[in-house]
């Protein structure tokens, strides 16, 4: 693997991770506003 590669990948797959982290919070905290809206429970 040519370091070119090896860097890019290296500085790229954390932003991907950042972005799937930041997707599945976003769709917790709608899920969890619209339960506290209908007075039931997330669980």
Do not use: C
Not at 16 to 28: E, G, M
Not at 32 to 42: F, V, Y
Request: no cysteine; aromatic share 14%; glycine share 2%.
């Amino acid at each position: 693997m040519t370091p070119i590669l090896l860097t890019a990948y290296v500085l790229v797959w954390p932003v991907i991770v950042a972005f799937v982290l930041v997707y599945l919070v976003r769709a917790f905290h709608g899920d969890w506003l619209q339960a506290k809206a209908e007075n039931r429970s997330m669980i």
